[in-house]
């Protein structure tokens, strides 16, 4: 059972001293290497190492092909300025094969499991021996996890599974007794820019998280011009999170007075705290009319748009 420490009752200057510390007394004077994908989570674990290793920690960023347009160096020129070398392995071919005919939801969540860790971390790891992983888990992760409720890919112990048997290394979870709101404060004391720790959430298996159905790099792409529009329209909305879902089936749709099979995008934007429920939020219509008439401008193959108002429960914030 995992102790949690609410938000409220968090002291930040404390929580940083003693992961800091567990982290030194873990790693000693050996190596460790964590995985930065530029979320709120794993930039704070990214600090909370370079505050505890300095040297002795290699920051990554896996160029997985399925992130937001320009993730990587965005990412890597804000750390740049913070004093941590980010390091960009391209890994875009590797993630496309394993993803290739999948389709079920936990086999594609597996294949990006099982590609990072055992395939592109086992070989960085194994390159660096390094003996130590740094990574995000939180809370709310390991909840869904064990509930059923879907399998994130960054859950192991809490399933009976040993990352130093599975993948040949220890993996350090420094944030695991946190939910979302405790970690964005624990990113304002460690002195990260607003844009970092007040990021909306992005999922661990990226973009192929809000593609139904297989994840080819032409429809990820579709994903991401999705998520440009949505991101530009929404950045001022104070929404916990929101998302553009690429779905399956196509559609029946009309360009220049002719009938056009195309594709549908769902939009999701939530209110919430911690990620453990959530409401809708009630966009104003006419901010609704912009980003379906965007979203079909700007984002080839697309004629349907619709918007989400079913509350979690039932519905999970994503949809994958």
Sequence with gaps: M???????????????????AEIREAVGAGAAINALSGGVDSSVVTMLGHLALGTQLRTVF???????????????????????????????????SALKGVTDPEE???????????????????????????????????DETVAGIKRQHNVFAQLGIDPQKAFGYRIL????????????????????????????????????????????????????????????????????????????????????????????IEIRCWDSIDARTAKPTRLPFATLERLAREIVRDVPGIVSVTYNIAAKPPSTMEAV
């Design 2 to 20: 995992i102790a949690e420490i609410t938000a409220k009752k968090l002291d930040t200057a404390g929580f940083i001293a003693a992961r800091v």
């Design 62 to 96: 896996v160029e997985n092909g399925l992130m937001r347009e320009g993730e990587a160096a965005r990412v890597a020129a804000l750390f740049k300025k913070l004093g941590v070398r980010v390091e960009i392995v391209d890994a875009r071919k590797e993630f496309f």
């Design 108 to 142: 594609k969540r597996e294949a990006i499991t099982q590609t990072f860790y055992r395939k592109v971390f086992g070989r960085l790891v194994r390159a660096s021996k390094a003996r130590f992983l740094l990574q995000g888990t939180i809370l709310t992760d390991v």
């Design 173 to 264: 979870e420094p944030l695991i007794q946190l939910r979302k709101d405790g970690v964005r404060k624990v990113g304002a004391a460690l002195g990260l820019p607003v844009e970092l720790f007040n990021r909306i959430p992005f999922p661990g298996p990226a973009l192929a998280a809000r593609v139904i159905g297989e994840a080819t790099p032409a429809r990820i792409e579709t994903a991401r011009k999705a998520t440009v529009v949505l991101e530009r329209v929404l950045k001022s909305s104070r929404a916990f999170q929101f998302m553009a879902i690429l779905h399956q089936d196509r559609v029946t749709g009309m360009r220049d007075g002719k009938r056009d099979f195309g594709q549908q």
